[in-house]
């Protein structure tokens, strides 16, 4: 008996340990630019920022421009639109430094873009686990130009379907809303 509550009181303390590993701070995470240089998110903190993961041969690849007019209109309030490439829906076919290339030359991109990434499956990258296990609406990105916003605090406030459109009012409310919460 005493050693089922011994093991029973080990699992249980191991659950915690792994919860406690899981419940990661959005400053806490990293990814690598386009350059391939690791980029820590310490870098965002206080600051509003809108997670998109983006493709080049998208329906939804034009919201480049919107996202660039976001950031053009809200970074000196504390807005920071990152984009994460990804090929999860098979309309990313480029890399690296042509991403750039493509993003800048197309749609005039000069907000943070970061190297391909798994947003969805066992390889999702930890921005993405972390996004996606802190938003109210939960599950997988269901598709290139999904949304996540989070505060100044590094909290997941809203997370936004491909069809809602960087000019959308409903967005454009969320991310007012955040950045006029000036609580970090």
């Known amino acids: 008996m ?4 011994f093991l029973l ?3 249980l303390g191991g659950a915690l340990a792994m919860a406690k590993a899981d419940k990661q701070e959005f400053s806490a995470l990293e990814a690598k630019n386009l350059r391939g240089e690791n ?8 600051k509003v920022v809108l997670v998109v993961n983006t493709a080049s041969r998208c329906g939804y690849t034009p919201q480049y421009a919107g ?10 309030r504390g807005l920071v ?3 994460f490439p990804s090929d ?31 947003v ?5 990258h930890p921005v993405y686990k972390y996004l996606t296990a802190n938003s109210a609406k939960s599950g997988d990105v269901q598709w290139n130009f999904e949304k996540f916003l989070v505060n100044r605090r590094g909290e997941v406030v809203g997370r936004f379907s491909s069809g809602v459109a960087p000019g959308d009012a409903e967005l454009n409310k969320a991310i007012e809303t955040a950045l006029a919460d000036a609580k970090t």
């Not at 005493?2 to 509550?5: G, N, P, S, V």
């Not at 980029?39 to 206080?46: L, Q």
């Not at 996202?67 to 000196?76: P, R, T, V």
């Not at 969805?120 to 999702?124: C, D, L, V």
């Open 67 to 76: 996202l660039q007019k976001l950031y053009d209109s809200y970074k000196d």
């Open 9 to 11: 009181s080990f699992s």
């Open 2 to 5: 005493r050693f089922l509550a």
């Open 81 to 83: 639109v990152l984009g």
């Open 120 to 124: 969805n499956g066992p390889e999702r």
């Open 39 to 46: 980029v820590g998110f310490k870098t965002y903190s206080g």
């Open 88 to 118: 999860d829906f098979h309309q990313e076919d480029l890399e690296g430094e042509s991403i750039a290339k493509f993003c800048e030359k197309n749609y005039g991109v000069k907000f943070p873009m970061f190297k391909k990434a798994h």
